[in-house]
């Protein structure tokens, strides 16, 4: 209880000074942009609702069919009168209601153990959704503090993967609508994907009364702390915007995903708008951790990790996102962070450091040969583009063969001794 006492103060402490850094640039932080959603049209309802089954799972069947009643009737309330003034339609109020509603439950009607477990639950709902109002303010001051992009560096070193996002881009075109309607769903949907895998988790903490040690949503919030810290950096926009359309005046030119950049490497001047949000790709760290949580669901769940893991990869490439260099250094970001926080659940033994320090080291190695060796890693892409991929690998092993090894031992049966035959 103290560890999740300090959490939430260091988590308030971070919100305010966030929410201070975006008023110094005339705009709202994430307090007040979730504060505005108790009563206005929220950004995302469908994380709103996933959020509310987050907080369900320390509730008992009949208390959560009551919560998602009472959730649809407010919201319902919203959309008529929503309708009525002609104002933004979008749902989700009525689970941000239903979250806070419980949030006074506890602090009122509830006592001892009981009281905790349902602080747990609002808790981790909120995080999530207050997870996605901290990005929005991470990426308001990566684009106001960073007034160049390294953009030319990334391109150059990513001649040693023979331009991914090029090729990725061209072929998402080829697919046409409903290509890009499914990957650009599963891009925006990520943080829900994440939730279905983690009720599977968390599907007995109401019977048994806590949480598992390490879950998945512990990674995703980690993950989306750490992040924006690299963004700052090595600050990046992405191919669309450096070598696309959509950086309008400031893109060195119309490039992506036709024609490759071959210019020379230089610090870029962008501008105050575009987030600075590449290095490294979150959105694959993010799906990573999904992709590994899901391996011990059932055969459904499996499938839909490994579905969304191929799709974020595709959509983070196809839609000029991200460089193959992110990618690589998302994965080994994702990986690294996954294995301190189940080392630091399960408690640290040596394979646990070497692990960690291995990621660590990967890493900022990737980091550094983007930054100072560009030129010589397209030069010699035979070379750098396969030593580029066995560093990942080398990660990527290193978990598997590490974390099996945590897995407990599972005591094969008893097998009946023989009896004696009946004379």
């Not at 919560?67 to 009525?94: E, P, Q, Y």
């Not at 747990?120 to 001051?141: E, N, S, Y």
């Not at 150059?156 to 046409?176: E, F, K």
Request: aromatic share 10%; with cysteine.
């Amino acid at each position: 209880m103290i560890l999740w006492a300090v959490a939430g103060v260091t988590t308030l402490a971070f919100l305010i000074a966030l929410e201070i850094a975006a008023r110094h640039y005339g705009l709202p932080g994430p307090i007040t942009n979730q504060a505005k959603e108790v009563l206005l049209a929220p950004k995302s309802g469908p994380l709103l609702y996933a959020s509310m089954a987050l907080m369900m799972v320390v509730l008992p069947r009949r208390q959560r069919w009551i919560a998602t009643a009472a959730a649809v009737g407010i919201d319902l309330v919203f959309f008529l009168v929503r309708w009525a003034v002609d104002a933004k339609m979008m749902f989700g109020n009525g689970a941000l209601w239903v979250v806070l509603a419980y949030a006074v439950i506890a602090v009122t009607r509830r006592t001892g153990p009981e009281r905790v477990l349902l602080l747990k639950g609002v808790g981790l709902a909120l995080l999530l959704v207050t997870g996605r109002k901290t990005g929005d303010a991470w990426l308001l001051i990566t684009s106001k503090t960073r007034p160049t992009v390294l953009d030319p560096y990334v391109a150059t070193a990513d001649h040693a993967l023979g331009d991914p996002s090029w090729l990725a881009g061209r072929i998402v075109r080829a697919t046409g609508t409903i290509g890009f309607h499914v990957l650009d769903y599963v891009y925006i949907q990520l943080a829900v994907a994440a939730v279905v895998v983690a009720l599977y988790q968390l599907r007995n903490v109401a019977a048994e009364g806590r949480f598992p040690r390490h879950h998945l949503v512990r990674t995703f919030l980690v993950i989306g702390l750490l992040g924006p810290g690299i963004y700052m950096i090595f600050p990046v926009v992405g191919p669309v915007f450096a070598y696309g359309p959509d950086g309008g005046h400031w893109a060195v030119a119309d490039l992506w995903p036709n024609t490759p950049a071959m210019n020379a490497p230089y610090p870029m001047p962008f501008d105050g708008i575009t987030p600075r949000n590449c290095m490294p790709s979150l959105h694959t760290a993010w799906a990573t951790t999904i992709f590994v949580h899901s391996r011990k669901g059932p055969r459904a769940l499996r499938f839909a990790g490994t579905f969304w893991l191929i799709a974020t990869l595709g959509a983070t490439l196809g839609f000029g996102y991200h460089y193959g260099a992110d990618i690589i250094a998302g994965v080994v970001f994702a990986l690294t962070i996954e294995a301190a926080l189940r080392a630091q659940a399960r408690g640290w033994d040596r394979s646990a450091i070497q692990l960690i320090v291995h990621g660590t080291t990967v890493f900022v190695a990737l980091l550094l040969s983007y930054r100072y060796l560009p030129e010589k890693m397209a030069a010699h892409p035979w070379l750098f583009g396969p030593l580029l991929l066995l560093a990942m690998v080398s990660v990527v092993h290193g978990y598997m063969r590490t974390t099996r090894l945590w897995e407990p031992a599972i005591a094969p049966a008893p097998r009946p001794e023989p009896q004696p035959e009946p004379a």
